[in-house]
């Protein structure tokens, strides 16, 4: 192994356990220290982690000397083994320490076999810092030997490196002393040759020019010849010029007559446009009349479907008595309406038929203040973080005394995005769980405090990227804005010019937009290539890379979220105010606490729910796929009843809600046991034509 010297550095590095040697490893600089011996000891923060941070790997490179102190937990250590395996690679001297044999049963005695250790004969050393003379006279004399070796090496580097230059020097001259002689050969070579192809282009010249002049002579004796024969033709032309003067006259009398009829054909086929135009006029304005009645109709359907989703619902004694009440009949006719056509109606009909039908499906009681709500992505777990527990509840049962997480300061609960695992994260770590069994599977440590963490698909890692959206973004947090996957970040700066940045390697999609009207809000698609944009009351959608406007969305209330799902088909609204005092009180009160979801494609507003009846939207969340979103509403205290106020005070509803309206459907469909029966069918399905029979595939149609 060759050894490297340190041009500059520490004279000795201290490598030691803080958790039995801080304290003799001080002790022990202090006397090197005395003695004239530079030392080097971690001391002042650097955390040992999975590798060596690069400054101290760079300190350990550059010291003369490694001292090991070998203590019973020194042994033990992985960092001091990586720190005895970075020094190993200069070559120099390490000075084992040795206290109560435990050097060779360290396990890292195998990077160090056959070198020489000393042992301290100090029992106390370690409780009162205070190494023993033969410790440190060992090292300083191992010191002096490898500093007089240091110096040694550098006069023989010295003195080879003064001989090759030397060597060079003459080397150079004699090179110098030939390339001037070469080239003075070269320019004599060059003139020779210049001169002989001078003489052989005056000899070309020559015969090029005898045979210019034999041509010459040649070319007009034909011109002469050509002379004659052009005088022949002229004469034959001037035959034909007089004829064909006279067909043109001829032709300019029958172009005259050809004119005025095609006049008269022009006034015609211009009448025959004008009849085709208001042909074509009328048959659009038909096909349109046509389209928008079929529109209609299909809308009318949908509603209609709607309408008896909620009369089947509807539990009273009259309709149980005459079998009118039917929680399955009122999903599937809520399906109906939807595969007819997504309509707000339809969404609303659903949700309401399957909170009949199960009692419990997406509603869940909350009791106290919560700091940090989320949901699982298929909508069945909530994890809740409050003050003093955090918890997971069954969206289904809504349970949740067997679901309470052991560990304490919980911040914020995650679910990975298959849903199979969740993570409990505090200040500096995360406990990964299985939601199911709440079994503990990892543990994940956080290098820094971090707002931004998100657990990965199958909940194995934890994915930090706080820091560097940071240092891209510098302004306000409305106007920079990360995609729901953490990949992508929207960037709007003060000029008022857009940018679309991956946050992982700085790639930007498309060319920067300048807005001409800065936007309130904005909301980026898992891809980065959608774009929404809030300004006042209106929402625009935007495709990023060519920056072309897919369309407009109305708003009467001012957001506070937007969000696309990860299939870029539906687009999420949320306004959280559930009422705003006016101005003036001639003014309307505003009010707020809206849900809608979007069809991105058509921009048709496919779902559209208030909550200001349940006195407003309080927080939210959505999952990390952007399809289901959870809301909080409070339980407003009543105070007629003092017992019923005390209790509603801190009391809250949490209702889970599935945005996409297919996979609502399927949701619906898993929850039923049968299609609608043949006389269901005949009664509610009036336009029976080009639909499939089976409301959801693979359920039994009962038999009547």
Sequence with gaps: MRIFFPLSGDDVFISYS?????????????????????????????????????????????????????????????????????????????????????????????????LAVESEKNPQALETGSPSQNVTSFIEKSF?????????????????????????????????????????????????????????????????????????????NRAKEQEQIANAMTEKANKATEIAEEKTILAEEKTKLAEEKTKIAAAAAKKADEQTRKAEIAENRKN???????????????????????????????????????PERSVLLAIESLKTLHTPEGMQSLFDAVLNLTNQAFKVDLIGEESNLSVRTDGKFLGIVQENKSYLRSVKTNQFSDWLIPEPDVDKILFSENGQRFAAVSSDTAFVRDTETLD?????????????????????????????????????????????????????????VMQIINVETGRRIGVPKKWSIKPERLALSYDGNL???????????????????????????????????????????????????????????????????????????VMNVSLAQENGIKDYNFTSDGKILVTTSPVLANSANEESADENTNKKNAR?????????????????????????????????????RETCQGLPIPLE
């Design 18 to 114: 803080r958790r039995d040697g801080a304290l003799y490893a001080a002790g022990l600089a202090d006397k090197l220290t005395e003695r004239k011996l530079s030392c080097f000891i971690d001391k002042l923060g650097t955390e040992p982690n999975h590798d060596l941070p690069p400054s101290l790997r760079k300190k350990i490179r550059n010291c003369t000397v490694f001292v090991l102190i070998g203590t019973e937990k020194a042994t033990q250590s992985k960092f001091v083994e990586k720190e005895i395996v970075e020094f190993k690679q200069t070559g120099r001297t390490i000075l084992p320490i040795d206290f109560n044999e435990n050097v060779g049963k360290a396990i890292w005695y195998e990077q160090i076999p056959g």
């Design 656 to 692: 889970v809600w599935i945005l996409p309206p297919t996979d609502l459907i399927k949701m619906g469909c898993s929850l039923l046991s049968r299609n609608l029966s043949d006389s269901e069918w005949f009664l509610f399905i009036k336009n029976r034509s080009g639909r499939e």
């Design 144 to 220: 002096n030997y490898t500093r007089r070796n240091q110096h040694m090496f550098r006069l023989f580097w010295g003195a080879l490196g003064l001989f090759f230059v030397l060597i060079g020097l003459g080397a150079g001259s004699y090179l110098i002393a030939k390339n001037q002689a070469d080239k003075a050969a070269q320019k004599a070579a060059e003139q020779e040759a210049r001169a002989e192809a001078a003489s052989n282009l005056a000899n070309t010249k020559t015969r090029d020019a005898e045979i210019a002049t034999n041509r010459a002579n040649s070319e007009a």
């Design 288 to 326: 349109e009349a046509e389209q928008e009645a079929a529109e209609q109709e299909t809308i009318a359907t949908a509603r209609g479907l709607a309408v008896q989703s909620r009369s089947a619902s509807d539990k009273t004694q009259t309709s149980v008595a005459l079998g009118a009440y039917s």
């Design 440 to 496: 503990n599977l990892i543990l994940l440590p956080l290098s820094k405090k971090s707002s931004d963490v998100a657990l990965n698909y199958d909940g194995t890692q934890l994915i930090e990227r706080a820091e560097k959206v940071l240092g891209i973004c510098k302004l306000e947090p409305s106007k920079c804005v990360l995609s729901p996957n953490g990949e992508w970040l929207a960037v709007l700066d003060e000029s008022d």
């Design 531 to 605: 774009l929404a944009a809030a300004n006042e009351h209106n929402v625009q959608i935007w495709k990023v890379e060519e920056w072309r406007e897919l369309g407009s969305l109305p708003h009467e209330w001012n957001l506070r979220e937007m969000v696309f799902t990860s299939d870029n088909q539906w687009l999420t609204t949320i306004t959280a105010e559930v009422g705003k005092d006016p101005a003036e009180l001639s003014e309307t009160i505003l009010i707020g606490s809206v849900v809608r979801v979007w069809n991105i494609n058509n921009r048709r507003l």
